[in-house]
């Protein structure tokens, strides 16, 4: 039987809330609109760009959501080129990687990053080899459309009985309950406990430690 973990990237892996307020913040100064606060701007985080424009300026159109989101994709590209990007991983999550390797699971992403985002992400912290599959906006419908999920399956030769979805936002608790895997909440990460619940989460963990015997309960019962 072949185990799957599929991991959400920002909020879950990395802490990445304060660079992304900041490259929004640009966006949405260049374009002069005025920036939602930090908390507001950390819920539409997990969402494909359009859709989380949409979600922060919902008064606006589809065109000027469009506008807003390559907006931000040159901001954030020349905030990482000028050295500004941050996203420091969570504490525990190689250790939590490493675990899950040595009990037998393949490892994945889907996220709402690019790909290109994702791999500068990933290399950056000397984990880009760990996984079998890594799967992106630039692929696929945004959260919670289940696609991401289900082509990380189909890479890493996964049932749905034998995945989890590790995420910290309702998106992606909704995505795993989609595509007929497990999901499990990251509790450390932006949306709250009962929302991971109330989105489908079987469990919350607090820390990444905890993600281990989750994992085991939800493959092993």
């Not at 991991?7 to 660079?19: E, K, N, Q």
Request: charged share 20%; aromatic share 4%.
């Amino acid at each position: 039987m072949t185990k799957l973990a599929v991991f959400d990237c920002d909020g879950t892996l990395v802490d990445s809330g304060a660079t992304i307020h900041a490259a929004l913040a640009e966006a949405f100064d260049i374009h002069g609109i005025a920036i939602p606060p930090p908390a507001q701007c950390r819920r539409v985080i997990g969402l494909s760009l359009t859709e989380a424009m949409a979600a922060l300026l919902p008064d606006g159109d589809n065109r000027r959501h469009q506008q807003l989101a390559e907006t931000y994709k040159l901001c954030f590209h020349r905030a990482r080129q000028e050295g500004r990007v941050e996203e420091p991983l969570f504490d525990g999550i190689v250790d939590l990687l490493e675990v899950l390797e040595a009990e037998g699971w393949q490892l994945a992403v889907a996220t709402g990053k690019s790909d290109r985002g994702l791999r500068h992400c990933l290399e950056s912290h000397g984990l880009h080899a760990r996984f079998v599959s890594l799967q992106t906006a630039d692929r696929h419908p945004s959260k919670p459309h289940p696609a991401m999920v289900l082509q990380a399956m189909a890479d890493a030769g996964a049932d749905p009985a034998a995945t989890i979805v590790v995420g910290d936002t309702s998106f992606d608790m909704a995505m795993g309950v989609a595509a007929g895997a497990t999901s499990i909440g990251a509790g450390w990460g932006y949306h709250d406990e009962q929302e991971l619940i109330d989105a489908g989460a079987r469990s919350v963990a607090s820390f990444p430690a905890d993600v281990v015997r989750l994992a085991r309960e939800a493959v092993h019962g």
